[in-house]
């Protein structure tokens, strides 16, 4: 704190000069996995990098009583994939996911449905077959989504829900 001039005081005890630093120079981005484009280049198997990812996990474990399974399907399955396309969702919406992200996967392929379409059963056992445990199963379910309907809400998805079941083969 300064001392007003009128004040006497030992020569130890005045303020003294702040060091001043220099002035910082421009940043470029320089590290090897830096993301140099505003948008992310797209593809099979490339992935949807996005903020706190493995938050869809815990989120998807909420929803574990809520499954309406049929045979031959594991939760363990289900929680794992839907945590995958909920991860997905909310990175390209450029955000961490949210609790609506998992309902919304989990409504795509009716897994809170009492009694979903024949088909879509036998596409979401194919889907979600082992994928708890397989890499390549887990890219390929998330892969199988197309983007326009990731992005849709859920009431979007319960309105359209014949041309989801058309593009998955049901």
Not at 53 to 68: K, V
Not at 135 to 158: K, M, N, T, W
């Amino acid at each position: 704190m300064t001392q007003p001039s009128f004040v006497p005081i030992s020569e130890a005890d005045q303020v003294r000069p702040a060091l001043r630093l220099e002035e910082p120079r421009r940043w470029v981005p320089y590290r090897p996995a830096e993301l140099r484009f505003p948008v992310r280049t797209g593809g099979r198997n490339r992935g949807h990098p996005g903020p706190d990812q493995g938050y869809a996990l815990a989120l998807a474990h909420r929803f574990a009583d809520r499954l309406r399974l049929r045979p031959g399907e594991s939760e363990e399955d289900v929680v794992v994939g839907t945590a995958l396309l909920a991860a997905r969702r909310g990175a390209l919406f450029g955000r961490a996911p949210t609790v609506y992200d998992v309902e919304a996967a989990l409504a795509l392929w009716g897994f809170l449905d009492d009694d979903p379409p024949q088909g879509l059963l036998g596409a979401r056992r194919l889907a979600f077959s082992s994928v708890a445990h397989d890499y390549p199963g887990q890219r390929a379910l998330v892969d199988r989504v197309p983007e326009d309907v990731v992005r849709l809400s859920v009431s979007e998805i319960a309105s359209r829900r014949e041309e989801w079941e058309a593009l998955v083969g049901a």
